[in-house]
């Protein structure tokens, strides 16, 4: 999955702690800066706008997921 | 490691991911060693001063965020390169 990819790849990241289900905070150690990060580097991959409001409530791996896939249909 | 955070953020949380979010749109526009550079400055700045200012420090954390838009402002104009750190004692 190329979301989850980019997931794994990011440089705070332990791609052995990344599920579909996990959180960013509880699984993986992130702290709401990473999040941005995170969301900063899905919408540069994936080439989406999501504003501030909506990109600050993603905090585990499968709102990112859906969140970027319901964006970027047809990618 | 930053201070835990529940899902809802308080609108002071936003405004300073939101500044945070500036400094990564304005680094993505510089060469990549600025990029770098900006990341790791701007990253380390954020999260020592979630580790030592006090959350209720409402005045103390606006101050931060005035000063950091200025930083902010000053990044995005053409004529800088880059961010240089200030030492506080």
């Given at each position: 999955d190329p979301i989850i990819s980019v997931i794994k790849n990011?440089?705070?990241?332990?791609?052995?702690?990344?599920?579909?289900?996990?959180?960013?905070?509880?699984?993986?150690?992130?702290?709401n800066l990473d999040f941005v990060e995170i969301v900063m580097a899905l919408k540069e991959e994936f080439g989406f706008e999501i504003p501030d409001n909506e990109a600050?409530?993603?905090?585990?791996i499968n709102m990112a997921v859906n969140f970027t896939a319901s964006h970027c249909q047809g990618n | 490691m930053g201070a835990s955070r529940g899902p809802r953020l308080s609108g002071l949380q936003k405004q300073v991911l939101s500044l945070y979010r500036g400094f990564l749109r304005a680094a993505r526009c510089k060469s990549a060693a600025d990029r770098r550079q900006i990341e790791s400055i701007v990253s380390a700045e954020f999260r020592r001063n979630s580790n030592q200012?006090?959350?209720?420090n409402f005045l103390y954390i606006e101050y931060l965020l005035r000063r950091g838009k200025k930083q902010l402002e000053q990044l995005q104009s053409?004529?800088?390169?880059s961010l240089s750190q200030t030492k506080q004692s």
């Open positions: 990011f440089q705070n990241v332990d791609p052995f702690k990344v599920t579909t289900n996990g959180h960013f905070q509880i699984d993986l150690g992130l702290d600050d409530i993603i905090n585990t | 200012v006090d959350r209720k053409p004529n800088t390169e």
